[in-house]
């Protein structure tokens, strides 16, 4: 069984960082013009939800807890408000790759610069009290994360497109 | 041998859920898959972290067998049962289906606990009935998700 670390129990930096974080990237998913069938928007905004979720409560808590969200080690409230933070970057991070029409032949420079703003967001996080590495954990294991992971979501964006465009054909 | 064995049986559902014939098309999968992921992890964190009534040991072996069921098999056995709650068959065939889904994943629960991949803490009744619950509001959750995916499309159609 393990014991619960309690990083900090007030409300202050970390959780307004989340709040805005997630109000901001909200709002500007709200705003921008629709370039996507709503059944894809939601599937983008999903696939960043769900990536965090499958990150920060398996690969981050087994086998061992190689970092914690949040004021404890405890899964609170703040940190699933943390997971929909996640959301906005994902479908921006689509619609930015749409809306500049990246040739497929850009794609790699397009992933390294999109890690690369995930991890300056993430080492803001980290300075503000959202993320606590353990064992060893880093932002260098963070960047091979963040190229892979946005490598498969690249992969699904092609895929997703032509799904949505045939079953939008098809009666 | 609960990872071999864990992993053999996520492949067996993979290869089951390959073959059953679909009602939903691939972006409601996705969207469900997504949102399985989502609540079960969070709901097991919480019985693991929080509540401590079902806990993962943390040696490499069961965690990465945990991993493989919070991924792969579970996510298919939910789905495979809100697929079948979409099929236009009679309502028999169709509870039978959803049922049977249910059964299996609580016996799958049973099961991990038996290979001491996932750790009961209170007695076996208190679990027994936990699993049935938590399971159903998996299935319930998940079909809801899915009716309302589905209709958000639908008033894209309608929209466009």
Redesign the interface.
């Known amino acids: 069984m393990t014991t619960s670390i309690v990083y900090d129990n007030r409300f202050n930096l970390n959780e307004w960082f989340v709040i805005v974080g997630l109000l901001l990237g909200v709002a500007t998913v709200v705003i921008l013009p629709r370039r996507f069938s709503r059944k894809l928007s939601m599937l983008f905004f999903l696939f960043g939800v769900t990536s965090g979720s499958f990150f920060d409560l398996s690969l981050g808590v087994l086998p061992v807890s190689f970092y914690d969200v949040g004021d404890e080690s405890s899964y609170q409230f703040m940190d699933f408000l943390s997971l929909v933070m996640y959301g906005p970057f994902s479908y921006l991070f689509f619609y930015v790759y749409d809306f500049m029409k990246v040739r497929p032949k850009y794609c790699p420079l397009y992933i390294l610069v999109s890690a690369l703003i995930s991890l300056g967001f993430e080492s803001l996080g980290y300075y503000v009290g959202v993320f606590h590495y353990s064992h060893g954990y880093g932002w260098q294991i963070s960047f091979i994360i963040y190229l892979v992971l946005e490598s498969l979501w690249i992969l699904l964006f092609y895929l997703l497109r032509h799904v949505d465009a045939r079953s939008s054909i098809e009666p | 041998m609960q990872l071999f064995i864990c992993v053999s049986f996520a492949w067996f559902v993979i290869i089951v859920f390959t073959l059953i014939p679909k009602r939903l098309?691939?972006?409601d999968f996705?969207?469900l898959?997504?949102?399985t992921?989502?609540f079960t992890?969070?709901v097991?964190?919480?019985f693991?972290?929080?509540f401590?009534t079902v806990?993962?040991p943390?040696?490499?072996i069961?965690?990465?067998a945990?991993?493989i069921t919070?991924?792969v098999t579970i996510p298919l056995l939910i789905m495979i049962a809100v697929d079948a709650l979409q099929t236009s068959s009679g309502h028999k065939v169709r509870w039978f289906l959803v049922g049977g889904t249910w059964l299996f994943c609580m016996v799958f629960d049973w099961f991990l606990s038996a290979l001491k991949v996932i750790i009961y803490?209170k007695a076996f009744l208190w679990h027994a009935i936990s699993t049935c619950i938590t399971y159903f509001v998996f299935i319930l959750f998940a079909w809801v998700c899915t009716k309302l995916?589905k209709l958000?499309?639908e008033?894209?159609?309608r929209a466009g």
């Open positions: 098309s691939t972006l996705i969207c898959y997504c949102v992921i989502l992890t969070t097991f964190t919480l693991d972290i929080n401590h806990t993962i943390r040696t490499p069961p965690s990465f945990t991993i919070r991924v803490h995916f958000f499309g008033k894209t159609v």
